[in-house]
């Protein structure tokens, strides 16, 4: 069993910049690539990245890319979202998960233990 909980999150002017967090504890966080979701009531769950079990690899939404950065402390059993030139389409609750499966890191039904969230409002 794996717990997240997710942290940092708030409201922002647009151009802004957040930094989220999400603490593990559990089972062996270093083992295990890492994703961040965001959703909005009534919307889907959205891929914003992903990064790899030793941090090396990661992967983003074509709608962050340049603009957000994953990375992790696996000492720490943390992964962070930092996120620059924030927009009010970025406006969403942050969730992030396990990955578990091998199906591809863009889909949330790869995905496992997710947190609570934390949500990010971005004013124009």
């Known amino acids: 069993q794996v717990q997240l909980v997710e942290s940092g999150g708030g409201l922002v002017q647009a151009g802004g910049s957040l930094r989220l967090s999400c603490a593990a504890s559990g089972r062996t966080f270093s083992s295990y690539g890492m994703g961040w979701f965001r959703q909005n009531p009534g919307k889907e769950r959205e891929f914003v990245a992903h990064?790899?079990?030793?941090?090396?690899?990661?992967n983003y939404a074509d709608s962050v890319k340049g603009r957000f950065t994953i990375s992790r402390d696996n000492a720490k059993n943390t992964v962070y979202l930092q996120m620059y030139d924030l927009k009010p389409e970025d406006t969403a609750l942050y969730y992030c998960a396990v990955q578990l499966g091998i199906m591809g890191v863009t889909t949330p039904g790869q995905y496992a233990y997710w947190g609570q969230g934390t949500q990010v409002t971005v004013s124009s």
């Open positions: 990064i790899s079990s030793g941090g090396r690899s990661t």
